[in-house]
């Protein structure tokens, strides 16, 4: 067959590279497009080459915008790609604006779509994620499921059972593979306990109140555990305007967005992580590393009735709570859910053959 792979921004990469090299072992012609959603080399290309990811064949480079600009560029520019390319099947993953682009595109010219890391609901339709998800979810027609959860939410969205293929988590795929070589790649003088914090979520970025007490929260507690954050550029950006950055002090670690072995190593030594990531919420679950997660809800339930993830919401009170716990020895632990076992690409590849 021949397939055509879209992705664009951070989180995309790790999904997509053991379905490509899956999908290559079985001989199939492919063709990567990335949209440039995600167009700095520490959150693009760096990926490309730790992920051992092929170059992509196309660069769409629609750069940042407004969520409506930015999903409008991709689907013009991508047009014309598919019709001179003619793929038999487009793989588009995950829940970012990219991934909605080019399903709405697939859709409308009768490209057959597959959608990895289908059926995740977070049920909170302000989170643009939300809505990617939802949206292409009803436009493809082969959805690959990380969890049992999602196949429930999608056969209740009045998908077909036979769409729907429950392979397991893709990027656990990739951290699987992968786990060995992070050590080797840990950023060099960082203290042997920390906890690991990353926020870029524009609902907790862009809302001066709560970064200003998270930061202020971190503060109080750098004087017991080193804060080692990598900084998204959203998240940067908003430091400088509130001068966040200088108040501070010298057990708070601010880096740049890290490659993907580095951030792993992170990830494996902390005592904690506090995220509003999509992602690290699995990766942590995977790791056994408590997570606490600077949400409302998590459309990855599985992390909190499985793993080692706990919802903190927006309450700083809580927050501290949890790390005096886990700093005390009563962190949640966890287990790894069915199929997160380093093999869904495998499924995801077989799939196509029956
Ligand atoms: C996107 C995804 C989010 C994912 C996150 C991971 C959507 C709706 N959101 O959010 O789900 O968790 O990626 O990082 O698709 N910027 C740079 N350099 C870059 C890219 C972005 O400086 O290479 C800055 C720009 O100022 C831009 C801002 O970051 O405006 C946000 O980038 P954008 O792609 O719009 O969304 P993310 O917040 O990164």
């Given at each position: 067959?021949?397939?055509?792979?879209?992705v664009?921004?951070?989180?995309?990469?790790?999904?997509?590279?053991?379905?490509?090299?899956?999908?290559?072992?079985?001989?199939?012609?492919?063709?990567?497009?990335?949209?440039?959603?995600h167009?700095?080399?520490?959150?693009?290309?760096?990926?490309?080459?730790?992920?051992?990811?092929?170059?992509?064949?196309?660069?769409?480079?629609?750069?940042?915008?407004?969520?409506?600009?930015?999903?409008?560029?991709?689907?013009?520019?991508?047009?014309?790609?598919?019709?001179?390319?003619?793929?038999?099947?487009?793989?588009?993953?995950?829940?970012?604006?990219?991934?909605?682009?080019?399903?709405?595109?697939?859709?409308?010219?009768?490209?057959?779509l597959?959608?990895?890391?289908?059926?995740?609901?977070?049920?909170?339709?302000?989170?643009?994620?939300?809505?990617?998800?939802?949206?292409?979810?009803?436009?493809?027609?082969?959805?690959?499921?990380?969890?049992?959860?999602?196949?429930?939410?999608?056969?209740?969205?009045g998908?077909?059972?036979?769409?729907?293929?429950?392979?397991?988590?893709?990027?656990?795929d990739?951290?699987?593979?992968?786990?060995?070589?992070?050590?080797?790649?840990?950023?060099?003088?960082?203290?042997?306990?920390?906890?690991?914090?990353?926020?870029?979520?524009?609902?907790?970025?862009?809302?001066?109140?709560?970064?200003?007490?998270?930061?202020?929260?971190?503060?109080?507690w750098?004087?017991?555990?080193a804060?080692?954050?990598?900084?998204?550029?959203?998240?940067?950006?908003?430091?400088?305007?509130?001068?966040?950055?200088?108040?501070?002090?010298?057990?708070?670690?601010?880096?740049?967005?890290?490659?993907?072995l580095?951030?792993?190593?992170?990830?494996?030594?902390?005592?904690?992580?506090?995220?509003?990531?999509?992602?690290?919420?699995?990766?942590?679950?995977?790791?056994?590393?408590?997570?606490?997660?600077?949400?409302?809800?998590?459309?990855?339930?599985?992390?909190?009735?499985?793993?080692?993830?706990?919802?903190?919401?927006?309450?700083?009170?809580?927050?501290?709570?949890?790390?005096?716990?886990?700093?005390?020895?009563?962190?949640?632990?966890?287990?790894?859910?069915?199929?997160?076992?380093?093999?869904?690409?495998?499924?995801?590849?077989?799939?196509?053959?029956?």
């Amino acid at each position: 067959m021949r397939i055509l792979h879209t992705v664009g921004a951070r989180p995309n990469f790790m999904k997509a590279a053991p379905v490509i090299e899956a999908l290559g072992m079985r001989g199939h012609v492919q063709t990567i497009v990335h949209t440039g959603q995600h167009y700095a080399s520490n959150m693009s290309d760096v990926f490309f080459q730790q992920l051992n990811i092929p170059q992509p064949d196309v660069n769409l480079a629609v750069g940042s915008g407004s969520h409506a600009r930015q999903t409008a560029d991709i689907m013009t520019r991508l047009e014309p790609v598919l019709l001179e390319r003619k793929p038999d099947m487009v793989f588009v993953y995950g829940d970012v604006n990219s991934t909605l682009a080019s399903s709405l595109v697939c859709a409308k010219l009768r490209i057959p779509l597959a959608h990895v890391e289908a059926g995740l609901r977070s049920f909170d339709r302000s989170m643009p994620e939300e809505i990617n998800r939802l949206l292409t979810d009803q436009v493809s027609d082969m959805l690959f499921t990380p969890s049992g959860d999602a196949n429930e939410n999608l056969l209740r969205e009045g998908v077909s059972q036979e769409k729907i293929f429950l392979v397991g988590n893709v990027m656990i795929d990739t951290l699987w593979k992968l786990l060995p070589q992070a050590q080797a790649h840990r950023p060099p003088d960082l203290p042997d306990r920390y906890a690991l914090v990353t926020l870029h979520r524009p609902a907790n970025v862009d809302d001066t109140d709560f970064i200003g007490n998270v930061v202020r929260t971190l503060g109080l507690w750098s004087k017991e555990i080193a804060i080692v954050f990598p900084v998204h550029p959203r998240t940067r950006q908003r430091f400088q305007e509130m001068g966040l950055a200088e108040g501070m002090n010298g057990n708070f670690h601010l880096l740049e967005p890290l490659p993907y072995l580095p951030f792993l190593a992170l990830q494996q030594s902390a005592a904690l992580v506090i995220t509003d990531s999509g992602g690290v919420q699995e990766e942590t679950t995977y790791l056994g590393v408590p997570c606490l997660t600077m949400r409302e809800n998590t459309e990855r339930p599985t992390t909190i009735t499985v793993g080692s993830n706990t919802l903190i919401g927006r309450d700083m009170e809580r927050l501290s709570e949890e790390i005096r716990k886990i700093l005390s020895g009563q962190g949640k632990k966890g287990a790894i859910p069915p199929l997160w076992d380093g093999h869904a690409a495998e499924r995801i590849a077989k799939s196509l053959c029956t």
